[in-house]
């Protein structure tokens, strides 16, 4: 029974490991970083916006040659390389004293983090059987939530001192968790890094026009799902109801545990990339209805609105969940055998191509139309999953058989 609730044994409950160690740091640090660039480096929030916004495009562009090498290097390897990297960039951190020098830093751990990201995922697709790929996917998902849910927590306590020593043992922390992830993840299975076919492309995921599509529509539905409860919410509540401001921890404290405590549930029976389309359109579907709950609220009395949010963050929740679990076996089925870590990485930029976009759209649409703004957002979370489902399909159509892989003579054993 105990079994049930755990990951697998091995690699599999390695890597769940190393991402809670590794997300509680994150968690934490996240909490703090606009404070402490603010209040304690002296950066203004324009600048602290601007540099974030670079370090953004910078992932966009790197992220997906960076998941080439780790195919190339090994995801074992390039994982606790990049884990190591944002150790040392959480502690430059300390030296950063204008936008000139936060620029490269916050480059760096963007980067970085999507490197991590993509490693992750490729481990779990060479160390980890066909069978218990997504569970595993599910899990580590769970425990990011989990992670960083409790980082944010712990981050309390620097942002009550609100003093630069406080703020300086955080970036200390993060950079410690960062490092013992690393060491977590050399306990798990190797994986050897692999050479591409000869005779073709690099960067086969560019060029994979289904996977291409699938990667940018799943990112744009995920961005405008996660920023709806962080974003839109909050905006709509104070604007157009009397409920109080406090509502919003309410929302999120029920999507983050259903996150936690859901995920490996919602994501049962995606063994293959066939069963991703009926989920999708399921998703959707839910992420509607809990658009049409949301804009239910609008002038209503304080307790329908306590009432319908939370039945709205209920069903959000479940549809979030159910199209996380199909994206999770997409992604591991498309991918060419021989280049998981860089299908990982696209699939990461579809998320950071969406999270660029999302905002000023949720914005405009909450805010400047209101209550039809919500049912235009229900509409597209309907229209972009269906066109998703075909996507999936279309995938599964085109996919031919393989060139085999050459298995690199060097592999990540000695990471």
Not at 57 to 73: C, E, W
Not at 309 to 316: G, L
Request: some cysteine.
């Amino acid at each position: 029974m105990i079994g049930k609730l755990l990951p697998a044994r091995g690699t599999p409950r390695i890597l769940v490991f190393a991402t809670f160690v590794n997300t509680f740091g994150n968690g934490a640090y996240l909490a703090a970083e606009v404070l402490f660039l603010t209040r304690s480096v002296g950066l203004t929030p324009a600048q602290v916006a601007v540099a974030l916004s670079v370090a953004a495009g910078a992932a966009v562009v790197l992220t997906t040659p960076m998941g080439y090498l780790v195919d190339r290097a090994g995801p074992r390897r390039a994982m606790i390389g990049a884990l190591v990297t944002l150790a040392v960039a959480y502690c430059a951190l300390v030296l950063v004293r204008d936008l000139g020098h936060l620029l490269p830093v916050a480059c760096v751990i963007a980067v970085g983090d999507a490197v991590v990201r993509a490693a992750n995922g490729a481990m779990i697709a060479g160390a980890v059987p066909p069978a218990e790929r997504v569970r595993t996917r599910a899990f580590i998902r769970a425990t990011n939530n989990a992670g960083i849910a409790l980082g944010t927590l712990a981050a309390a306590v620097p942002l009550l001192l609100d003093t630069r020593g406080a703020y300086l043992a955080l970036l200390a922390g993060n950079a410690v968790t960062s490092l013992a992830a690393a060491l977590v993840v050399s306990r798990a299975g190797a994986v050897a890094a692999v050479r591409a076919p000869a005779g073709g492309p690099r960067l086969v995921a560019l060029r994979d026009r289904p996977f291409l599509a699938f990667a940018v529509l799943d990112g744009f539905v995920a961005a405008l799902y996660n920023a709806m409860l962080s974003l839109a919410l909050p905006l709509w509540l104070v604007a157009h109801t009397e409920a109080p401001a406090a509502l919003v921890s309410v929302v999120l404290l029920v999507n983050t545990i259903g996150c936690v405590t859901l995920q490996v549930w919602a994501a049962r029976g995606m063994h293959t990339a066939a069963a991703a389309p009926p989920a999708i359109r399921r998703a959707a579907m839910l992420l509607a209805l809990s658009c049409v709950l949301f804009a239910s609220t609008g002038d209503a009395p304080v307790w329908a609105v306590a009432v319908l949010s939370v039945a709205a963050a209920a069903v959000h929740v479940v549809g979030e969940l159910m199209l996380a679990g199909a994206s999770f076996v997409v992604v591991f089925d498309l991918a060419r055998d021989w280049a998981h870590g860089q299908y990982q990485a696209v699939h990461q930029t579809g998320r950071q191509i969406g999270n660029m976009v999302a905002p000023p759209l949720l914005t405009a649409l909450v805010i400047g139309w209101g209550v039809p703004g919500w049912l235009g957002l229900g509409a597209m979370f309907v229209v972009v999953g269906l066109v998703s489902a075909r996507v999936v399909g279309w995938g599964l159509h085109t996919r031919q058989p393989e060139p085999p892989a050459d298995t690199a003579v060097r592999s990540d054993v000695a990471a």
